[in-house]
T-cell receptor
Framework: GQSLEQPSEVTAVEGAIVQINCTYQ??????LSWYQQHDGGAPTFLSY????GLEETGRFSSFLSRSDSYGYLLLQELQMKDSASYFC????????????FGKGTTLSVSS | DAGVTQSPTHLIKTRGQQVTLRCSPK?????VSWYQQALGQGPQFIFQ???????QRGNFPDRFSGHQFPNYSSELNVNALLLGDSALYLC?????????????FGQGTRLTVV
């Protein structure tokens, strides 16, 4: 089966940079996604990496290393509104159309 | 443009009862996937509906069933509710019936079983 590991909690201050790591084990890996979920809210898509390298979207960047089965989400210029849970999710051959999510990382940003 | 809408937002049921949750996909989408999210956990895939058929199913018992209507909206039914079924139930919409790189989620239905 699949497994994903990410830290349970991360804390940072406004304006800082934080990196949330995700390691995975899958069968027939297709790609790694990141989702943000505020308390009581819907998960919202942040990024998707299918190939090795860094994808940048504004303050957020996502990195993938297929050979290391590893990815990370990088959040820059942190704002209070970035306090949320962040989930990595994989697509793979075994899962088919499903997304397989990690348990999530709770990010707390303080002033 | 309405996004993914789910109803009801909250629901309290008694153990052993049955429940139906509803989802309308984002405009232009024809595929609906359902996920269960327990407190402090990531969403877990229940099943996907496309062309009014269940196309793929996760590791959930037969007590969980669904339906998709011609207008692409979908229902999730859970029979013989257990306390462990208490969770946030999320609907995600996409198009084409295949795997997606970007899923659009609704706000979810918070189900509490007492």
């Amino acid at each position: 089966g699949q497994s994903l590991e990410q830290p349970s909690e991360v804390t940072a201050v406004e304006g800082a940079i934080v990196q949330i790591n995700c390691t995975y084990q899958t069968s027939g890996f297709y790609g790694l996604s990141w989702y943000q979920q505020h308390d009581g809210g819907a998960p919202t898509f942040l990024s998707y990496n299918a190939l090795d390298g860094l994808e940048e979207t504004g303050r957020f960047s996502s990195f993938l290393s297929r050979s290391d089965s590893y990815g990370y989400l990088l959040l820059q210029e942190l704002q209070m509104k970035d306090s949320a849970s962040y989930f990595c999710a994989v697509r793979d051959q075994q899962a088919g159309t499903a997304l397989i999510f990690g348990k999530g990382t709770t990010l707390s940003v303080s002033s | 443009d309405a996004g993914v809408t789910q109803s009801p937002t909250h629901l309290i049921k008694t153990r052993g009862q049955q429940v139906t949750l509803r989802c309308s996909p984002k405009s232009g989408h024809d595929t609906v996937s359902w996920y269960q999210q327990a407190l402090g956990q990531g969403p877990q895939f229940i099943f996907q509906y496309y062309e009014e058929e269940e196309r793929q199913r996760g590791n959930f018992p037969d007590r969980f069933s669904g339906h998709q209507f011609p207008n692409y909206s979908s229902e999730l039914n859970v029979n013989a509710l257990l306390l462990g079924d208490s969770a946030l139930y999320l609907c995600a919409s996409s198009s084409g019936g295949g795997a997606v790189t970007e899923a659009f989620f609704g706000q979810g239905t918070r189900l509490t079983v007492v």
